[in-house]
C-alpha cells in the first residue's frame, strides 16, 4: 500500500487533504486553520514530493496501532529530514494534514473509528465552554456562559484575561480585575473556571492575576506569560497553588522534552493541527504521562481540529477532565460555517459524542470542497 495521489481542497482559513493510495482506499484530513493557503502551498512543495510513492503497509489494518504511529511517524521524520533547512511551524501545519488523512485512511480500512485504532473508544465525551473572546464586556460573558450552562448543561467554562501578547497590558484598562469576580460570581459552586491570559503578563503581573484567581475559585491559569520565555512560566507556575498551562503552539520536542522535564507548566496542551497531526501528539501525551503530567489539549475552532482531538482525547490514559470545546460560531469566525454535513459538535448535558463511524465519522461538506481552491499532486504527475 503505497501513497498515490495527495489532493488539497483549501480557502484562506482552511484547507482539507485527501490522500489516496495505490490500491483505492482514501481517507480526509485537515491541515492548521488560518493562513492555509500559504500552508497549502507548503504541502504541495516540501510534503508531497518526499511522501509520494512511500509504503504505509506496516499500518494496515491488521497491524496493531503502534506500527501504524511508527510508519507515520518515520514519513513525517523523513519531510523534516528532507527540509531541514526550513524548520517550524509551518512544515509541522501541513504534515498535520497528511497525518490526520493516513488515520482517516487506515481507520476506514479497519471499519474503526480512529479512537478505537488508538486505543480509546467511541461514546460521550466531557466539554468545557471556551470563549475566544476579548471584546466583550464581563457582564455579556457571564450572561452568555450562564445561558449556555443552563441551556447545553456545561459545567466548565474558560474566560479571556489581559490582551493577547499583550505586553502586560489589558484589553482595556481594568477589564481582568472586572471580570474574574464577575463572571465567577455569575457562575457559582459546582462550575469549574478556567482563564487563559494568551502570553500577555510578565512574571510580577502574573502571579498578581494569579493570586486573584485562586482567590475567585478559579483553577486553571493558561499561557500567563509569554510561550516564548519558558523560564518566566516556571517562576509563575512555582509561586501559585493553580495549574498553569500551556504548550499549544509548540511543535519543536526539543520545546516539549525541556517544558516536561523541568515542568514548565502543570498540564500540557498540545494542539493536533499545530504539532503536525496525531501521531506527533500522541507522543507528547506519552512524554506527559511518563512524568505524571495531565494533556489537556487545545482545539480552539470547529473545525477538523476538535474532531480529530476528541478521538486522541478519549484514547489516552492521561487525559485532562474535558475537550475544549468553542463557543464562537458562523457569526464570530465566518469560516467555520458550513465545513460538514451535520454537526459534530452538539452539545447535550455538557457532553460531546465521539461517533463510532469509521475514521473521524464527519463528512466535509461537499458543497465546501467543490467551492474550494482544488491542488493535487500525484505519482507520475508534472
Known amino acids: 500500500m503505497k501513497i498515490q495521489k495527495l489532493e488539497t481542497f483549501t480557502s484562506r482559513y482552511v484547507s482539507f487533504v485527501k490522500v489516496t493510495t495505490d490500491d483505492g ?24 514530493p518526499w511522501v509520494l510513492g512511500k509504503s504505509i503497509a506496516g499500518a494496515h489494518h491488521d497491524d496493531d496501532e503502534g506500527d501504524a504511529r511508527t510508519v507515520f511517524a518515520d514519513l513525517a521524520a523523513l519531510v523534516t529530514e528532507r527540509e531541514h533547512k526550513f524548520p517550524g511551524s509551518y512544515i509541522y501545519r501541513a504534515l498535520a494534514g497528511l497525518d490526520t488523512a493516513l488515520w482517516d485512511l487506515v481507520a476506514q480500512a479497519a471499519e474503526m473509528p480512529v479512537t478505537a485504532l488508538i486505543g ?8 468545557y465552554a471556551s470563549s475566544m473572546k476579548r471584546d466583550i464586556t464581563p457582564a455579556d460573558e457571564a450572561a452568555r456562559f450562564c445561558q449556555l450552562r443552563d441551556e447545553k448543561g456545561f459545567d466548565a467554562f474558560k474566560f479571556r484575561v489581559g490582551a493577547e501578547c499583550g ?12 471580570i474574574i469576580p464577575t463572571v465567577t460570581a455569575a457562575l457559582g459552586d459546582g462550575i469549574v473556571k478556567m482563564v487563559d491570559a494568551n502570553s500577555c503578563f ?26 516564548w520565555h519558558p523560564d518566566d512560566t516556571l517562576q509563575v507556575t512555582n509561586a501559585l497553588a493553580i495549574d498553569v ?13 525541556d517544558m516536561i522535564d523541568r515542568r514548565i507548566v502543570n498540564i500540557v496542551q498540545p494542539d ?5 497531526g496525531i501521531t506527533p ?19 480552539a475552532n470547529l473545525s477538523l481540529v476538535t474532531v480529530c482531538t476528541m478521538h486522541a482525547l478519549k484514547a489516552i ?16 469566525y465566518p469560516w467555520q460555517d458550513a465545513l460538514f454535513r451535520g454537526d459534530p459538535f452538539k452539545v447535550t448535558d455538557g457532553h460531546v459524542t465521539i461517533s463510532d463511524t469509521p475514521g473521524w465519522g464527519v463528512e466535509v461538506n461537499p458543497d465546501w470542497l467543490a467551492a474550494a481552491d482544488y491542488a493535487v499532486s500525484e505519482v507520475g504527475g508534472s
Request: contains cysteine.
Open 25 to 48: 482506499k482514501s481517507g480526509i484530513g485537515q491541515m492548521s486553520t488560518y493562513h492555509a493557503d500559504i500552508t497549502a502551498q507548503v504541502f504541495h512543495r516540501q510534503v508531497a
Open 120 to 127: 480509546g473508544q467511541a461514546g460521550q465525551l466531557r466539554a
Open 167 to 178: 505586553r502586560g497590558k489589558d484589553e482595556w484598562p481594568g477589564r481582568t480585575e472586572e
Open 202 to 227: 510578565g512574571v510580577e503581573r502574573a502571579i498578581e492575576v494569579g493570586h486573584m484567581l485562586q482567590d475567585h475559585g478559579v483553577t486553571h491559569y493558561e499561557e500567563p506569560c509569554p510561550y
Open 245 to 257: 498551562t500551556g504548550g499549544e503552539q509548540d511543535c519543536d520536542m526539543r520545546v516539549w522534552k
Open 272 to 276: 493536533v493541527m499545530y504539532m503536525g
Open 281 to 299: 501528539w500522541l507522543q507528547v501525551a506519552d512524554m506527559a504521562k511518563q512524568a505524571g503530567l495531565k494533556c489537556t489539549p487545545h482545539a
Open 317 to 332: 490514559a492521561n487525559a485532562g477532565a474535558y475537550l475544549e470545546l468553542s463557543i464562537e460560531g458562523a457569526d464570530y
